[in-house]
């Protein structure tokens, strides 16, 4: 059984329930899989070669939905392409995986110089390059292909650095996947009465509920626009139930003019993810969408659900600072910088180990050696277990300031300063200091309305965590800046502290 088999049965059981609505057409799951069998049948014309790569570059829509699962149906290898991304990191990507075939938008079509594959466009043709819909067309009526691989077969490539380091091409097998389904239903209990929300993209966290809400006769709905008044509309007027989104377009919900619980009348699960939620900020979310809220953990090494934090589970504020419980086929422990795995209480490194693994980095057999080491998967994380399994991450390893002989752990600081009622969000991060070593500096980004001094926040955090902790430095910043996926790009904004582009204690 492979991943997309979850589909096929689906179609199978639920053949005229609606799997997909637009703002413009409602598709069945009968519909949807003489689509993808079209689909898949012309790009297995286009490149009969198995585990051949086909890059994807597409906001969210039918079609790319329609395209993901047509390439999963005939054996080839998904790589998204993030159409926020600039010309020379997507050209990085597409020289690197070598791909027989990229299916782009067609306003996205500059972004993509590859001249070696085969193009096919999602919209009008350009330049004589087929299109999805001729595809369609020209393959009416193709049966369902099959096709024999290994369970360590890779699936989808995707790439990864996060807001440090440099990308890598993570390698996500058929096993993975299956584990991540398996796991997304029993986390999220979604059945054929789940309408899922899309308004993080497919090329990222959203990808992994696209099989798992299909696999249970569930709805996927596609915004009308984006942003935090288009997810707004679409819950109030469309009937979502489930969404998955990074933590700052939540509070950009909870802040829109008039916004109240009401405009999401049928929410039954709010899944945040991609960043952490600071304990206060859970309390602020939990006030206004009521107990709705959960989140996992994982990475793109073991996609997105290795422990979970289920609506019941953040009921005891005890546990607000947790990522959740071990999810099924997932063994994570924590372990010594000697490869001692240690105790309950004990603070190390988290490793992980199971199906949801990836089997390595595309292409970097070195880079891999170093990540999977007999057969753990290193996350460089930091974190401990409590008594009853929560896990409680501390930070990045390589986020440690250390400053004047003592260690930071800049979210631990984070978490302080987001207690301050007129912070919005913060990070914390390190810059050299000729007498500390490092100095532990922040950058604020305030509420609307709300104002506050360097003095005030660390004043705020020194009562709460001590003068080790407290931020020498503090920068107020009108708008952190974000990855594609709403990540505060941490380096970004400790670059600029170090070039002075940004004066302490000064708004920008």
């Keep these: 059984m492979y991943p997309i088999d979850f589909f096929w049965r689906a179609v199978q059981r639920w053949p005229e329930r609606i799997a997909i609505d637009t703002p413009g057409e409602q598709i069945t799951y009968r519909q949807l899989a003489e689509q993808v069998r079209a689909v898949a049948a012309g790009l297995t014309r286009l490149d009969p070669t198995p585990q051949s790569r086909i890059g994807i570059c597409a906001t969210n829509s039918a079609d790319h939905l329609v395209a993901l699962l047509a390439v999963l149906a005939c054996g080839k290898v998904w790589v998204p392409l993030n159409p926020k991304s600039t010309q020379s990191e997507i050209r990085r990507i597409t020289d690197a995986i070598e791909a027989s075939v990229l299916i782009i938008e067609s306003d996205y079509a500059h972004l993509v110089t590859d001249e070696q594959a085969q193009r096919v466009l999602i919209g009008p043709s350009l330049n004589g390059a087929p299109t999805l819909a001729q595809l369609r067309q020209e393959n009416v009526g193709a049966p369902t292909p099959t096709f024999d691989l290994s369970e360590d077969a890779t699936q989808a490539i995707k790439f990864t650095g996060g807001t440090t380091g440099a990308p890598k091409g993570v390698m996500q097998p058929y096993r993975a996947w299956m584990a991540n389904i398996v796991n997304q239903i029993n986390a999220w209990s979604f059945d054929e009465h789940d309408r899922y929300v899309m308004a993080a993209p497919i090329t990222h966290g959203t990808s992994t509920y696209v099989l798992p809400v299909l696999a249970q006769g569930g709805c996927h709905v596609i915004m009308q626009g984006v942003g935090a008044d288009a997810v707004r509309t679409t819950f109030k007027e469309r009937g979502g139930t489930v969404c998955f989104m990074p933590p700052t377009?939540?509070?950009?919900?909870?802040?829109?003019?008039?916004?109240?619980?009401?405009?999401?009348?049928?929410?039954?699960?709010?899944?945040?993810?991609?960043?952490?939620?600071?304990?206060?900020?859970?309390?602020?979310?939990?006030?206004?969408?009521?107990?709705?809220?959960?989140?996992?953990?994982?990475?793109?090494?073991?996609?997105?659900?290795?422990?979970?934090?289920?609506?019941?589970?953040?009921?005891?504020?005890?546990?607000?600072?947790?990522?959740?419980?071990?999810?099924?086929?997932?063994?994570?422990?924590?372990?010594?910088?000697?490869?001692?795995?240690?105790?309950?209480?004990?603070?190390?490194?988290?490793?992980?180990?199971?199906?949801?693994?990836?089997?390595?980095?595309?292409?970097?057999?070195?880079?891999?050696?170093?990540?999977?080491?007999?057969?753990?998967?290193?996350?460089?994380?930091?974190?401990?277990?409590?008594?009853?399994?929560?896990?409680?991450?501390?930070?990045?390893?390589?986020?440690?300031?250390?400053?004047?002989?003592?260690?930071?752990?800049?979210?631990?600081?984070?978490?302080?300063?987001?207690?301050?009622?007129?912070?919005?969000?913060?990070?914390?991060?390190?810059?050299?200091?000729?007498?500390?070593?490092?100095?532990?500096?922040?950058?604020?980004?305030?509420?609307?309305?709300?104002?506050?001094?360097?003095?005030?926040?660390?004043a705020f955090v020194r009562e709460r965590l001590g003068p080790v902790q407290t931020p020498k430095r503090i920068h107020f910043i009108q708008d952190l800046p974000r990855s594609p996926v709403g990540k505060v790009l941490k380096n970004a904004v400790r670059d600029m502290a170090i070039s002075n582009s940004i004066q302490p204690g000064t708004p920008t």
């Design 249 to 458: 377009l939540v509070y950009m919900l909870m802040g829109l003019q008039g916004a109240s619980r009401a405009d999401f009348p049928h929410l039954k699960r709010l899944i945040y993810g991609g960043a952490p939620m600071p304990p206060e900020k859970v309390r602020e979310v939990r006030d206004f969408f009521g107990p709705v809220l959960g989140t996992t953990y994982g990475q793109t090494e073991a996609p997105q659900i290795l422990t979970v934090m289920r609506s019941e589970d953040f009921a005891d504020e005890a546990n607000w600072a947790a990522v959740g419980r071990c999810t099924w086929f997932s063994d994570v422990a924590i372990m010594s910088p000697e490869g001692k795995l240690l105790a309950t209480g004990e603070v190390g490194e988290v490793v992980a180990r199971g199906p949801l693994l990836m089997t390595g980095y595309w292409k970097l057999p070195e880079k891999t050696a170093e990540t999977l080491v007999d057969g753990w998967l290193h996350t460089g994380d930091r974190g401990m277990f409590d008594e009853r399994g929560y896990l409680y991450l501390k930070d990045r390893l390589k986020d440690m300031v250390i400053t004047g002989g003592f260690n930071v752990y800049p979210i631990e600081v984070e978490n302080a300063l987001s207690q301050h009622p007129a912070v919005h969000e913060c990070t914390v991060f390190g810059v050299p200091d000729d007498k500390w070593g490092e100095s532990v500096q922040a950058a604020v980004q305030l509420r609307p309305g709300e104002s506050a001094s360097e003095a005030d926040l660390t």
